[in-house]
Each structure stands twice: as C-alpha cells, then as structure tokens.
C-alpha cells in the first residue's frame, strides 16, 4: 500500500483518486478552494461525475502542507496553466523523497516546457514522470476498462508507478519517451478542436478523418523536430488519445470545436463548456513550436485562426482544402529519434 496525494480535485483528479483507492493506497485529495473541499467532504460527490460516490476514506482537503505530509507519491492533476504556481507551492512542503506524477496534459507558453520539465526546474531532487494516454474522467471513475501510459527517466521509478496504477480495469504501459508522451498528449487537444469544428458544420466522417491524419503527422513533425521518438506519436499517448478526444462527447475540447463550428467566438464557446479547454491553451504554444522549427502545420494554423483571429469555421475550411497540392509521404517524416531509458 502506497500514501499517495491528489493534487487537485477536478474530474481528473477524482478519477484518479477513485483508481487508487479501489487499489488499495491511502488516498488525500486536495483542492485550492476549501469550499469545494468541504462541499465534496460532505457530499461525497463531484458535481461533474455524475452518480459516482467518493469513499468516507479518501480525505479532501485544501490544506497543501497536511495533503503533502508523509506522502509516498503526489499526483499533480492541476490545469497546466496553473500548474507553474501550483508545483511552487508544493516545493516548499515537499521531501526529496517523494516521487512526483504529472497527470496534466499541456505545454508552458511561455518557455515551451513540458510539464515534467518544470516540475523537474523547480523540485531537481525529486523523481518525476507523467501519466497520459485516451483516458476520460469519467470512464476511469466509472471502472470501464482503459489504457494509459506512464513515462519516467528512470525505468525502476516507472515501473513502480505502473504497479501502484494498474488494476483488473486500468492497464498500464510504460516508456522512455517522456517529451513525446507529454507532447503528444498536450497538441492533440489543438487537433480535436478542428475535429469539432468540423463536426459543428456537420462535415461527415471524410473531413473529420482527414484532420485526424494530417493532425497526427503536425504533431509528429514538431515532436521529431525537438526530440521525440516518433514510435510514441502512433501509440496511446499519440493516435490512442487522438481518437478519443476527437470523437468523444466527453471530451471538452471537441464539445468547443462544435461550438466555434456553429459560429461561437472562442470567449462564447469557452463560457458555454464551463471547464478547462486545454487546447485554446495549447494552440498558440503549437503553432509557435511548429514556427521555431519551420514546420509548415496547416491544421494547427487554421484552428489559431479561428481562436484569436475571428476567422470563420467554413474559411477555416476552405483555406485547408485549397491550399497548394503536395505529396503525402515527405523526407521530414523520417524517424532520426529512438528514445531509451537512463
């Protein structure tokens, strides 16, 4: 049995805290707003994971330092744009024994650093991974059978994480790749919102498969062009989570693209969803990646355009298909990188 803490209380969160319990760790979950903590304490209950229970013996707390204390392992399950302040605050309570998992899928504007990266930057003594792969909240929280992927530099330390994770229902992988799992965990939320805006203009199923493709190879260039394996980017954490997040209605990224699809601005659509859209976030970061490499990205591109320049989703559209005729297969998607473990 591992003490293990939740770092954040969203549906994520709870799922995983749910997972683990059910496995058979002692589970603290803490929130930033001690009215949800109390409210959940009370009801146990969130109010996005409907008819879902949450065990007397999952403790819910917003004290940081007493969430932390005496803890084995800390699940960061906190928006990544948030995530920066949140993991601050953690290094001033935190042991450098304590391993840290990052189960928030995104890329720091600002420096383009991967989660794990700023983890690591602010806490170097501590051992640090990530969780990811096609997984929603409230399938995991519900039981249904799913995979996910764990990524650590050090084999031993995922390997650890794999056994306090896996269960009859929640099956577990690792790999070495840490930059591509993050990575293409966090660009697939741009592509899902391009899946949902074409859903949105009720496009069909070719246009729909056809983001999908050309939003997957988009991801792959800017991944080998900083580093990645590109073995990850046809995995779970690549094509798994794609397909789930492009064709789910669980998933808020494509319930946004439907939006815009049917004439939303982005502020519009971003009230209507009411949570956290991880790909308006990560859009700009990808379209600047793709820029520092000279990465032609016209999927990623267009989805910018839509968000932050008004451009509507029928011209959205419009400007991908008539764009300048090209082959399929290229030079730039080679594979030059082969990611082992330390």
């Not at 929640?170 to 919102?193: C, H, Q, S, T």
């Amino acid at each position: 049995m591992k003490k293990i803490a939740i770092i954040g209380s969203g549906t994520w969160g709870t799922a995983l805290a749910l997972l683990l319990h059910k496995n058979g760790h002692e589970v603290c979950m803490w929130s930033w707003k001690k009215e949800d903590a109390d409210e959940m304490s009370e009801t146990r209950e969130h109010k996005n994971l409907k008819n879902i229970k949450i065990p007397v013996d999952i403790q819910i707390s917003s004290d940081l330092e007493e969430t932390i204390k005496d803890k084995e392992i800390l699940v960061i399950a906190v928006p990544s744009i948030a995530m920066r302040e949140n993991l601050t605050n953690i290094s001033e309570c935190i042991t450098k024994d304590q391993v840290i998992i990052i189960a928030s899928k995104g890329v720091e504007e600002a420096t383009f650093m991967m989660m794990t990266d700023v983890a690591s930057e602010i806490m170097p003594e501590n051992e640090v991974a990530a969780i990811s792969g096609p997984s929603h909240a409230e399938e995991v929280a519900e039981g249904i059978p799913t995979t996910c992927v764990i990524t650590a530099k050090k084999k031993t330390v995922a390997r650890m994480l794999q056994d306090t994770f896996m269960s009859e229902n929640f099956r577990v992988y690792i790999n070495p790749d840490m930059l591509g799992v993050e990575l293409g965990a966090a660009l697939k939320n741009v592509i899902a919102l391009a899946a949902g805006i074409a859903d949105g203009l009720e496009l069909g199923d070719n246009t729909k498969a056809a983001l999908m493709t050309r939003g997957l190879l988009e991801i792959t260039k800017i991944g080998i062009a900083m580093g990645a394996d590109q073995r990850t980017f046809y995995g779970l954490t690549g094509f798994g989570d794609l397909i789930v997040t492009c064709n789910s209605m669980h998933s808020r990224n494509r319930r946004m693209g439907i939006l815009l699809g049917k004439g939303y601005n982005m502020q519009e659509a971003l009230k209507e969803v009411n949570m956290v859209v991880e790909g308006v976030y990560s859009a700009k970061v990808a379209y600047n990646l793709a820029k520092k490499f000279d990465i032609d990205v016209p999927i990623i591109e267009s989805v910018n355009k839509v968000l932050f320049e008004n451009v509507g989703a029928k011209q959205m559209v419009t400007m991908l298909m008539q764009r300048r005729k090209k082959e399929e297969l290229t030079e730039d998607m080679e594979s030059i990188n082969m990611v082992k473990w330390e």
